[in-house]
């Protein structure tokens, strides 16, 4: 792995960028990964992402992902709009230009805007348990037997799989018990993201997520996206959408089936260094 590296926030989520444009494709080492990702005898970071040549022609340039525990990710939002960030201050990518980038996942639009904020275009939410994936039929909500209790949530892939689950209040006990055990269910046979989401108005959403590969962050993009997508298909929530997260907050706006989803967020630099 490249010795120099950009430490970057969105919204508290923190990442590591390596600019691999020079390099051939590579997978960095998982054992690696864990140990840069660790914040005590390492850098410490949620994810460690690449900045590549693209795969796909139609794409500026490829981003991949890596979680703490150096398992791949499929997607990040809040890695995204670092890594259009990173490109703009580099010289790679223009202010208020549409930018096509390749994720894991597939492409992403990107816009970086004024004061630091970039919006993104995630694609439309697939809520099909073959995409997410999920080994349940297609429901609204999903009911499963999670650290002996039921638990009912609702499931969709923002290019990784996410499950939401509403509750009355972000500071009941359960939500950092059944986190954990609800990421590593064996209804997801990839793992899952959760998302505990307490819903305040119709343009409002508190947030908490723990990540498969990474626990509990102050913040995650994509999750934040799944949980606006659920609460609308739901009924639960308008088109536009605050999601509150503990780093900070993220505007969302879908428009329901046949559109796609929009993220708007910042992006921060915190510092560069090498290892």
């Known amino acids: 792995m490249p010795s120099r590296f950009t430490k970057m926030h969105g919204i508290g989520n923190d990442f590591v960028i390596v600019d691999w444009r020079e390099d051939a494709p590579r997978v960095p080492n998982a054992e690696r990964v864990a140990a840069l990702a660790d914040r005590h005898t390492g850098i410490g970071f949620d994810q460690l992402i690449s ?8 794409c500026a340039f490829y981003y991949g992902i890596w979680n703490a525990d150096g398992s ?23 202010r208020d230009t549409d930018v096509r980038l390749e994720s894991p996942s597939g ?13 993104v275009d995630m694609g439309e ?29 609702g499931a969709v892939s923002m290019g990784n799989p996410h499950a939401v689950v509403f509750v009355d209040d972000l500071a009941d006990p359960r939500v950092d018990r059944l986190g954990p055990l609800l990421t ?14 307490q819903r305040l108005g119709p343009n409002h ?4 997520v723990h990540e498969r590969g990474s626990g509990w962050t102050r913040a995650c993009g994509t999750g934040a996206c799944a949980a606006a997508a659920v609460a609308h298909a739901l009924g639960l929530a308008a088109s536009i959408v605050d999601v509150e997260l503990p780093g900070g ?5 879908w428009q329901g089936p046949g559109h796609t989803l929009w993220m708007i967020g910042p992006a921060a630099f915190v510092f560069e260094g090498e290892v």
């Not at 099909?128 to 949530?153: C, K, M, N």
């Open 51 to 58: 900045i590549e040549p693209p795969r796909d022609p139609s």
């Open 72 to 94: 791949p990710s499929g997607q990040c939002g809040n890695g995204v709009r670092c890594v259009a960030a990173w490109l703009y201050r580099d010289g790679a990518i223009e």
């Open 205 to 208: 959403i508190r947030l908490r």
């Open 107 to 119: 492409p992403v639009t990107v816009r970086v805007l004024g004061e630091g904020r970039v919006v």
């Open 125 to 153: 939410p697939d809520f099909t348990p073959a995409a997410i994936p999920l080994d349940r039929p297609l429901h609204a909500i999903y009911t499963a037997p999670v650290g002996g209790e039921d638990v009912s949530f």
């Open 249 to 253: 907050t993220l505007t969302i706006e």
């Open 184 to 197: 590593v269910h064996p209804v997801f046979p990839e793992g899952v993201n959760v998302g505990f989401a």
